[in-house]
């Protein structure tokens, strides 16, 4: 059998997968894996680091939507990066944007061939260099280790552009070794790449020996986005041109070869079960686990079938903070997980005495009353702090790998489009008439545009409330908006200032209840519960429980095809694009419009009291 780098890492979660995906492959009658090819995972790698895995919407499905939006970004990011690494590596570089141009490496192992492409390869008379190019940035590997005493103890220091693992023989062992031990944690934020570039090493290194190459030194290198890069617009023929900004070039380098060397009896290891799954592809159910991914961009395909029990209405996993566990009457502690695995699959499966969080138990009787849940005190008073007119806002934005105005960092939120309803005074607001938006025209720089009628859209000289649902989103970006143009700070501010969060009325906010003389349970006890929110507070899921309206049908139906729908005006002609600008308008008005309904179910709940 031959088993690509993705195929290893897919197979290894658990034993069943090869048999799950075995049976995939007869029933479709084809040879090709669910799982795809190397292609594919590293575009699931792009939409894992662009997107919001908490926002409720399935972004797995929209993957196919994102390949054409995206496909251009992760070229010119291996462009780039090989530019780069020839400049601080010297060359040639062999690399190609098509996988099978690239260098390959391949072996025998029994009966399965192990394969893997590398996206740069340099040799030289003693040295190979191996690069692997991953669509995430350097922040993480800043930020990986202790923190002592109010002093950071970075992992990993940076020397011209290369990361390079480091030690602190003074350092508390127990705080260096937790800070370590993520660099071999293969589902982690930082221990999957790594995993990634071990498997690799092995593949590389297996097949020299078996073609009896010469022995070279090899270094490895993880490329990644630098997160301390900012574009200064400079740009070539229409194209940004990034060059080297005080002394920090687009890319960085983490030269991972004691990491991953450490890996190799691991990997062997795994290798070895690995063999051992396919040869018996075994489908009985197995123990669900962290491995699945669930909630992950990266997640298992066959989380549906292996989680079927889990995955109904009223399942365990919406208790809010179910991740933290449940303790019993004993004082034992129960892992969500381990739950599932002994058969506790609903809400009401799990015993009450066990249900210490407030918020559970209004779940709990939420479900079993089949009523909603209102905390008339915290949103009256809530309401109360709100000042009209209304401004209802939502951005939308476009999180490209590479920045592409003056001022971005890479996978900078650039702000395409807002939306807002203003509602003069309660229950005062017309869909169509008290509505007003700007949508950029083309792909070019419009954002000064769009702060300009923003400001003059929110008059806030005689008062007045800035609505947003979810506010670290909005007011981060027009903090973004003040410090690239400062000219308009002030006004960005001011606008900042008067925000409200419309979540902070849904569910809650501590530091908001406590200002108002709620004791600190109370703050922390969620303002409103229905059954059909599922354990979410996303504004999709919160809008069909105050209306009718819904966002199925609509040509640009979540945040992710509203990327993939901006993207293309960079390629089309005026006319096409205002096809295009239309569906855009129609979702993120719906967005506002969703936010008035919203407040307007919560005032109408209250005012029955």
Avoid at 79 to 99: C, N, Q, R, W
Avoid at 378 to 390: E, F
Avoid at 537 to 566: C, M, Q, R, W
């Amino acid at each position: 059998m031959k088993l690509s780098k993705t195929l290893f890492k897919q197979y290894s979660r658990c034993s069943r997968v090869s048999a799950l995906d075995d049976l995939y492959k007869k029933r479709l009658k084809t040879s090709a894996s669910i799982f795809g090819d190397d292609e594919q995972d590293d575009f699931i790698e792009l939409l894992y680091t662009m997107f919001d895995e908490e926002t409720g919407d399935d972004l797995i499905e929209v993957i196919d939507k994102q390949m054409e939006a995206l496909l251009p970004y992760y070229n010119k990011l291996e462009e780039e990066a090989m530019k780069i690494a020839t400049d601080v590596f010297g060359g040639p570089i062999h690399y190609s944007l098509k996988t099978t141009d690239q260098k390959l490496f391949t072996y025998q192992s029994k009966d399965h061939q192990y394969y893997c492409y590398l996206d740069g390869y340099l040799e030289k008379e003693n040295d190979i260099y191996i690069f692997e190019v991953k669509a995430t940035t350097s922040k993480k590997f800043q930020e990986l280790g202790p923190m002592i005493k109010k002093q950071h103890y970075p992992l990993f220091k940076k020397k011209d552009n290369v990361y390079h693992l480091t030690h602190y023989p003074e350092m508390d062992a127990k705080n260096f070794q937790r800070a370590f031990e993520k660099l071999f944690d293969r589902y982690g934020a930082i221990g999957r790449y790594v995993f990634d570039m071990a498997i690799e090493k092995m593949i590389v290194e297996e097949a020299m020996k078996q073609s009896s190459l010469p022995l070279k030194n090899i270094h490895y290198y993880l490329v990644v986005l630098n997160s301390s890069y900012v574009f200064d617009g400079a740009s070539e023929n229409g194209e940004p041109v990034y060059h080297e900004i005080n002394h920090e070039k687009l890319v960085d380098f983490i030269e991972l070869n004691p990491i991953i060397e450490e890996w190799q009896t691991k990997i062997h290891s795994i290798k070895k079960v690995l063999e051992e799954d396919i040869t018996l592809l075994d489908l009985k159910t197995i123990p669900i686990g962290r491995f699945c991914e669930r909630k992950k961009m990266s997640k298992c395909p066959f989380v549906p079938t292996c989680w079927e029990k889990a995955l109904v209405d009223g399942s365990i996993l919406e208790y809010l903070d179910h991740h933290f566990g449940f303790t019993d009457e004993f004082g034992l502690k129960h892992e969500t997980l381990d739950l599932l695995n002994q058969g506790y699959y609903t809400l009401d499966s799990i015993p009450k005495r066990w249900l210490e969080r407030p918020n559970n138990l209004i779940q709990r009787e939420c479900f079993e009353a089949k009523q909603e849940y209102v905390d008339i005190d915290k949103i009256k008073k809530g309401v109360k702090t709100l000042s009209y007119p209304l401004y209802h806002l939502d951005f939308e934005s476009f999180p490209s790998p590479l920045p592409r105005f003056r001022g971005e960092k890479p996978y900078a939120q650039s702000v395409f489009q807002y939306s807002l309803h203003i509602e003069k005074a309660p229950f005062k607001c017309d869909k169509d008439c008290d509505h007003t938006e700007y949508l950029a025209l083309d792909f070019t720089d419009r954002r000064e545009e769009l702060i300009q009628q923003m400001i003059r859209d929110i008059d806030l000289s005689k008062g007045g409330t800035v609505i947003v649902y979810n506010k670290s989103f909005e007011h981060t970006r027009i903090k973004e908006f003040a410090n690239m143009f400062p000219e308009y700070r002030e006004p960005l501010a001011k606008i900042n200032d008067h925000m409200f969060d419309l979540l902070d009325l849904v569910k809650t906010r501590s530091g908001l209840y406590l200002d108002l003389g709620f004791s600190e349970e109370e703050s922390k006890q969620i303002n409103y519960y229905d059954n059909r929110l599922h354990g979410s507070f996303s504004i999709k899921k919160v809008l069909p429980i105050f209306s009718d309206l819904t966002y199925h049908g609509l040509p640009v139906a979540n945040g992710t095809e509203a990327i993939a729908t901006y993207a293309k005006f960079k390629y089309l002609p005026t006319e096409d694009i205002e096809f295009l600008r239309r569906d855009l308008k129609q979702y993120c008005k719906q967005d506002t419009w969703a936010m008035v309904v919203v407040l307007w179910g919560l005032l109408r709940r209250v005012q029955k009291s």
